[in-house]
């Protein structure tokens, strides 16, 4: 028995913009701007996401309206597919080809993507702050740890409230940061940049003897790098799990110490890292 489409609601929270339309990258051959899987909500005069701008994104948008005003009226809310080359009859030069799915949306929000990776950030200082800042539009965990809960912007202890902070950041102001180390999921990233060398020096150990370790940057000077790798050479760590240590961190070549200029240089090498684990994964 075929199911009768749901009415459209007009009213439902959103009057202005509800229903959204769904608009996917279902398929993609060659060059595109975006990856498969992307998507955008359209609504009455507003967006949310991106399939990657440019014409095809205008005409996506343009013909999304059209559904939504045809399905508004009372036509059956079926999905509906196009396919597009991106050469010159759209005005791009990606040369790909691409499917879009156009559907009702079922929520106001964008879908949740998969994770890149789950950090475990060790410092809540300038440039720990800096660099959650510029990680949260990212689809990424952290577990951001410090002893000092002082140091925290207070509005980070409830993310859900607001908006500001992501659901998928996790406060942890906790007496034995080292402690956290066992509770992170195989493969995960590490980042220590506390207010303390001692500190720095005994979660770097604790987070070395661990063997499923994803990836390890140490904020510091390339002396710091060679005075921890000889103590912790003394205390018996394996040189196999030495040379997992990234320290300094960062970008090369990009000028600057200030704490948003790290924090930058730091999120685009967590980026290329997660790059090339989802390639070898693949």
Not at 130 to 138: C, E, G, S
Not at 212 to 228: H, M, P
Request: hydrophobic share 40%; net charge neutral; aromatic share 6%.
């Amino acid at each position: 028995m075929k199911r009768e489409p749901a009415p459209l609601n007009l009213l439902d929270g959103e009057p202005a913009q509800t229903p959204w339309v769904c608009v996917t990258l279902s398929r993609v051959r060659g060059s595109a701007p975006r990856e498969q899987g992307a998507c955008m909500l359209v609504g009455t005069t507003q967006t949310r996401g991106s399939i990657g701008g440019g014409h095809l994104e205008y005409k996506a948008i343009a013909t999304a309206r059209q559904l939504r005003a045809r399905w508004a009226a009372g036509a059956a809310a079926e999905p509906h597919l196009e396919s597009h080359a991106l050469g010159p009859a759209l005005g791009q030069c990606c040369g790909g080809h691409v499917e879009l799915r156009y559907e009702l949306a079922t929520s106001s929000a964008l879908p949740v993507p998969v994770p890149l990776f789950h950090l475990q950030l060790f410092g809540a200082g300038h440039v720990g702050r800096a660099l959650v800042r510029a990680l949260r539009p990212l689809p990424c965990h952290i577990d951001w740890i410090d002893e000092r809960e002082q140091e925290f912007p207070l509005d980070a202890f409830a993310p859900e409230v607001g908006g500001e902070w992501p659901s998928t950041l996790r406060v942890l102001a906790v007496d034995a940061p080292e402690a956290e180390i066992a509770t992170a999921p195989p493969g995960a990233f590490y980042l220590v940049m506390t207010h303390s060398h001692d500190l720095d020096f005994h979660l770097g150990e604790t987070i070395l003897r661990r063997a499923d370790i994803g990836w390890f940057g140490l904020i510091g000077s390339a002396t710091k790098r060679a005075r921890f790798l000889r103590r912790w050479r003394e205390r018996g760590v394996s040189e196999s799990a030495l040379e997992r240590l990234v320290c300094p961190v960062g970008i090369p070549g990009i000028p600057g110490k200030a704490p948003e200029v790290i924090a930058a240089s730091v999120a685009a090498q967590l980026l290329q890292v997660a790059g090339q684990v989802g390639k070898q994964a693949g």
